[in-house]
Protein backbone atom coordinates (compact mmCIF):
# COMPACT_ATOMS: atom_id res chain seq x y z
CA UNK A 1 0.00 0.00 0.00
CA UNK A 2 3.09 2.51 0.34
CA UNK A 3 5.82 1.88 -2.26
CA UNK A 4 8.82 4.00 -1.76
CA UNK A 5 11.67 4.25 -4.36
CA UNK A 6 14.99 6.27 -4.84
CA UNK A 7 17.56 4.99 -2.51
CA UNK A 8 21.21 4.13 -3.90
CA UNK A 9 24.85 4.35 -3.37
CA UNK A 10 25.79 7.83 -3.23
CA UNK A 11 29.56 9.70 -2.10
CA UNK A 12 29.46 11.88 0.76
CA UNK A 13 28.13 15.67 0.04
CA UNK A 14 26.11 14.09 -2.33
CA UNK A 15 22.22 13.96 -3.03
CA UNK A 16 19.50 12.08 -3.35
CA UNK A 17 15.82 12.12 -3.24
CA UNK A 18 13.07 9.40 -2.06
CA UNK A 19 9.63 8.81 -3.06
CA UNK A 20 6.73 6.74 -0.86
CA UNK A 21 3.44 6.67 -2.78
CA UNK A 22 0.39 5.40 -1.08
CA UNK A 23 -2.20 3.74 -2.98
CA UNK A 24 -5.95 4.38 -3.39
CA UNK A 25 -7.07 2.16 -0.49
CA UNK A 26 -5.65 4.63 1.99
CA UNK A 27 -7.64 7.47 3.00
CA UNK A 28 -7.71 9.42 5.60
CA UNK A 29 -4.08 10.50 5.81
CA UNK A 30 -3.15 13.26 8.01
CA UNK A 31 0.87 12.27 8.54
CA UNK A 32 3.27 11.48 6.23
CA UNK A 33 7.01 10.72 6.85
CA UNK A 34 10.48 9.49 6.96
CA UNK A 35 12.05 7.02 9.32
CA UNK A 36 15.73 5.47 8.82
CA UNK A 37 17.35 1.98 10.59
CA UNK A 38 20.63 1.89 10.65
CA UNK A 39 22.61 -1.64 11.31
CA UNK A 40 22.88 -2.13 14.93
CA UNK A 41 20.28 0.78 15.83
CA UNK A 42 16.41 1.71 16.03
CA UNK A 43 14.64 3.05 14.01
CA UNK A 44 13.90 6.93 14.07
CA UNK A 45 12.51 9.64 13.24
CA UNK A 46 13.99 11.55 9.76
CA UNK A 47 10.80 14.20 8.61
CA UNK A 48 7.16 14.21 8.75
CA UNK A 49 4.96 16.19 6.88
CA UNK A 50 1.07 16.80 8.23
CA UNK A 51 -1.94 17.26 6.11
CA UNK A 52 -2.13 20.81 7.04
CA UNK A 53 1.63 21.20 6.06
CA UNK A 54 3.28 21.23 9.21
CA UNK A 55 6.63 19.59 9.14
CA UNK A 56 9.10 18.51 11.95
CA UNK A 57 12.75 17.03 11.32
CA UNK A 58 14.93 15.24 13.51
CA UNK A 59 18.05 17.47 14.54
CA UNK A 60 20.46 15.69 12.93
CA UNK A 61 19.04 16.14 9.55
CA UNK A 62 17.48 19.86 9.14
CA UNK A 63 19.10 22.28 6.88
CA UNK A 64 19.88 19.06 4.87
CA UNK A 65 17.36 17.28 4.24
CA UNK A 66 13.46 18.74 2.82
CA UNK A 67 10.41 16.47 3.15
CA UNK A 68 7.20 17.54 0.69
CA UNK A 69 4.33 15.99 -0.60
CA UNK A 70 2.30 16.20 -4.11
CA UNK A 71 -1.00 18.30 -4.15
CA UNK A 72 -3.02 14.88 -4.19
CA UNK A 73 -1.21 14.41 -0.98
CA UNK A 74 -1.08 10.79 -1.44
CA UNK A 75 2.81 10.80 -2.23
CA UNK A 76 5.74 12.02 -0.25
CA UNK A 77 9.45 12.76 -0.70
CA UNK A 78 12.39 13.51 0.91
CA UNK A 79 15.36 15.68 -1.16
CA UNK A 80 18.46 14.83 0.86
CA UNK A 81 21.21 16.75 0.30
CA UNK A 82 24.76 17.06 1.94
CA UNK A 83 24.70 13.56 2.31
CA UNK A 84 26.83 11.78 5.04
CA UNK A 85 28.11 8.65 5.89
CA UNK A 86 26.17 8.47 9.14
CA UNK A 87 22.97 9.37 7.09
CA UNK A 88 23.53 5.49 5.57
CA UNK A 89 20.33 3.20 6.71
CA UNK A 90 17.24 1.86 5.49
CA UNK A 91 14.85 4.69 4.68
CA UNK A 92 10.94 4.21 5.43
CA UNK A 93 8.02 5.65 4.67
CA UNK A 94 5.17 5.67 6.86
CA UNK A 95 1.43 6.84 6.46
CA UNK A 96 -0.74 7.31 9.75
CA UNK A 97 -4.40 7.41 9.55
CA UNK A 98 -7.02 8.21 11.45
CA UNK A 99 -7.54 4.41 12.46
CA UNK A 100 -3.95 3.01 11.21
CA UNK A 101 -0.23 3.32 10.52
CA UNK A 102 1.17 2.25 7.05
CA UNK A 103 4.88 1.43 6.55
CA UNK A 104 6.40 0.89 2.98
CA UNK A 105 8.89 -1.76 2.43
CA UNK A 106 11.84 0.32 3.46
CA UNK A 107 14.76 1.34 1.10
CA UNK A 108 18.54 1.35 1.13
CA UNK A 109 20.49 4.42 0.85
CA UNK A 110 24.40 4.06 1.24
CA UNK A 111 26.54 7.23 1.90
CA UNK A 112 30.55 6.53 1.27
CA UNK A 113 33.12 8.64 2.26
Do not use: H
Not at 25 to 41: C, D, E, V
Amino acid sequence: QLQASGGGLVQAGGSLRLSCAASGSISSIYLMGWYRQAPGKQRELVATITSGGNLNYADSVKGRFTISRDNAKTTVYLQMNSLKPEDTAVYYCNTKTLFSSYWGQGTLVTVSS
